[in-house]
């Protein structure tokens, strides 16, 4: 397996990567968009093991297992809120980062990506995937020697489109 970035229309909750990433909240207690259709897909464990992990902060990320998911794992993140963070470039490209890192970590060479803060949190798509593209980018080149497949998979058509204009670039 190559390093490698995919762009696709599809749902994240059947994902077979090793991991999928989800967009939380910071009580990790499930919510809304693909919060709550990860919740759903992964059934009650998922909830359970996330009373566990003390909720997470803005830009961090944990991880749990997937239960009844295709993708053993969950990384859960918590994007920034655009119009309530000061920093939220800052935020947003740490969710992407440390979800990576996590990755990473537990030696998982395959994850999927939503477009974190995009939904309710109010993040302007375009300004958003560019920060996650570049993001994803540096921290390939920075782990060039680990092998990685990064799939965004994009919700609707705007946010496939948005990947698509800037992965041309």
Request: proline letters at 3%; hydrophobic letters at 35%.
């Amino acid at each position: 397996m190559d390093n490698k970035i995919i762009i696709k229309l599809a749902d994240i909750t059947k994902s077979t990567s090793d991991c999928i990433v989800n967009a939380a909240n910071q009580t990790l207690l499930g919510g809304g968009g693909v919060d709550g259709a990860i919740h759903h897909a992964a059934g009650p464990k998922l909830l359970e093991e996330c009373k566990t992990l003390n909720g997470c902060k803005t830009g961090e990320a944990k991880i749990t297992k997937g239960y009844n998911l295709k993708a053993k794992y969950v990384i859960h993140t918590v994007g920034p809120i655009y119009h309530q963070n000061a920093q939220p470039k800052y935020y947003l490209a740490s969710c992407y980062k440390n979800c990576l890192d996590l990755a990473k970590a537990h030696d998982l060479h395959s994850i999927d990506f939503p477009a974190i803060s995009c939904g309710v949190y109010g993040y302007p798509i375009n300004e958003a995937c560019q920060i996650a593209y570049s993001t994803i980018c540096t921290w390939l080149n920075e782990n060039a020697d680990y092998q990685m497949q990064i799939t965004l998979s994009c919700f609707n058509q705007e946010v496939y489109d948005a990947y698509m204009n800037i992965a041309k670039t």
